[in-house]
């Protein structure tokens, strides 16, 4: 087949200097977490006890998190102070830089300003050791002995077997199987980190053993791969589980990223006019932009914030906002998201930690109220920037935020046709390392699309919508 090329990268190099790298020092790190919540003019809608149909209370949530955790998940408190045990692990990388992308933006010909946040240089290589540090810190601070976990492209995974070797405690992860075949050094990672993994359906579970006996070959899904974690902690008094998105109290730690981004910006002088985050659970994007949306909610007007998802996963722009569980098996309490179907199985594209058939509850609140917008955007288009952001930029990006890449270089060549001057702020939540398997197959030109077009993705959608959770009550 014949070799996808990127769009054209600059033949004259941009000099060195006009690389522009905004740091802080380590005094700047944020000593608190922000709270969406408190500032919201509509607080969402509440988690259900799937029995009862009632909302969900902190002893419900008691068999899977610690009580700090529940805490947070629950608090309408503005600010939630760091610990200092935390701070103490974030010093190894944060805080971490924002880059203006100039030769981006010269290979672009566009006279935008872009900016990323890279959270590539955590231990883990992406944004998640934000929430897995202190998830790990407060279950060990709980007496607990070992925690359970669900992956898709390794990065939760990964990060989470990192913080649980800082605080003493076991990790056992459930990889998605697309991921686990397509990306075999992940496993290698995790397991270097301490962690125990496993191929997601697996036969170790009730939950994996009924998907391999109706489909031995299923690539898996994260919604089931969180069944099996979820299963295995519930059955033991000494394990807990850990979510590495969607929850208020994951999106709540990785605000960091934001808070840092604010302070960077100020430094240059810089005002954001658009803001873009890739979206498969929400932590990523929550974290950028949810200090951003605080500043916009006080004063009334700032920056668009806008969401990018695989257009084959497309929760936000295809989804249906409705009460659904969060993994496969129906364990979890009953979230209101934007949903696919709790048991929608979505084609194995390389952003494995996009296939996730539902939004975080909050996001998916402040997309129905109208704070945000989406897109979804295909392999072939986010490859190609990821490429070309590779050959401006120097940094090989993970699959996912090639996503919210595709979307910033659309906006950047709208810009270009329009003259404007925009300032364009993203999260390069990861670097692809461990991903090159994925690059080789869009230089090859192997990669397939799938979109909401396609009559197959289209009922497959409307198979697992019928089979949403009936409200109790």
Not at 33 to 45: E, K
Not at 320 to 340: E, I, R, W
Not at 437 to 444: C, D, G, K, N, T
Request: glycine share 8%; proline share 10%.
């Amino acid at each position: 087949m014949t070799p996808r090329r990127s769009p054209t990268t600059p033949e004259v190099p941009v000099p060195d200097p006009l690389r522009h790298k905004v740091l802080l020092d380590e005094d700047e790190m944020p000593t608190h977490w922000y709270n969406l919540l408190a500032d919201l003019p509509v607080p969402p809608p509440p988690p259900l006890h799937p029995g009862t149909g009632e909302p969900v209370g902190p002893d419900d949530l008691t068999p899977l998190f610690p009580m700090d955790l529940i805490a947070q998940e629950l608090s309408t408190e503005r600010y939630v102070a760091i610990p200092e045990e935390v701070r103490d692990v974030y010093r190894l990388w944060r805080p971490s830089p924002l880059f203006r992308a100039h030769r981006l933006e010269k290979a672009l010909g566009t006279p935008a300003r872009i900016y990323y946040k890279y959270e590539g240089v955590s231990p883990a290589g992406s944004h998640k050791p934000n929430t897995a540090v202190p998830q790990a810190y407060y279950n060990a601070k709980a007496g607990v002995r070992k925690l359970t976990t669900e992956t898709g492209a390794g990065q939760w995974g990964t990060s989470l077997a990192f913080a649980c070797a800082q605080f003493g405690l076991e990790c056992e992860i459930w990889q998605v199987r697309a991921s686990y075949d397509s990306k075999p050094y992940r496993k290698v990672m995790m397991e270097t980190f301490g962690g125990t993994v496993h191929p997601s359906p697996s036969d170790l579970t009730q939950a994996g053993r009924d998907v391999l006996a109706t489909r031995p070959d299923s690539p898996g899904s994260l919604g089931l791969a969180i069944s099996e974690a979820v299963e295995v902690a519930a059955q033991d008094p000494t394990v807990n589980y850990a979510l590495g998105s969607v929850l208020n109290h994951v999106l709540l730690h990785q605000t960091v990223i934001g808070e840092e981004a604010l302070l960077q910006l100020a430094k240059v002088d810089e005002t954001v006019d658009l803001i873009v985050g890739c979206t498969g659970g929400g932590s990523n994007f929550g974290g950028l932009t949810f200090p951003f949306l605080r500043e916009k909610l006080a004063r009334g007007s700032g920056p668009v914030i806008r969401a990018v998802e695989p257009a084959s996963c497309p929760s936000l722009t295809q989804g249906t906002y409705a009460y659904d569980f969060g993994d496969v098996a129906g364990m979890t309490p009953l979230l209101k998201m934007h949903t696919l179907g709790h048991d929608f199985v979505p084609d194995p594209i390389h952003a494995g930690g996009l296939r996730y058939h539902g939004m975080s509850p909050l996001i998916s609140h402040l997309y129905d109220q109208g704070h945000l917008e989406a897109v979804a955007k295909t392999q072939q288009d986010c490859f190609a920037a990821g490429v070309l952001f590779a050959r401006t930029e120097g940094i090989v990006p993970a699959p996912e935020p090639t996503h919210a890449l595709a979307a910033a270089v659309d906006e950047a060549l709208a810009c270009k046709e329009s003259g404007e001057e925009k300032v364009i702020l993203t999260a390069l939540c990861g670097h692809g390392h461990l991903d090159l398997p994925a690059y080789e197959a869009y230089l090859r030109g192997d990669l397939v699309d799938h979109t909401w077009d396609d009559t197959e993705l289209q009922q497959s959608v409307a198979a697992a919508l019928e089979r949403l959770p009936a409200i109790p009550g």
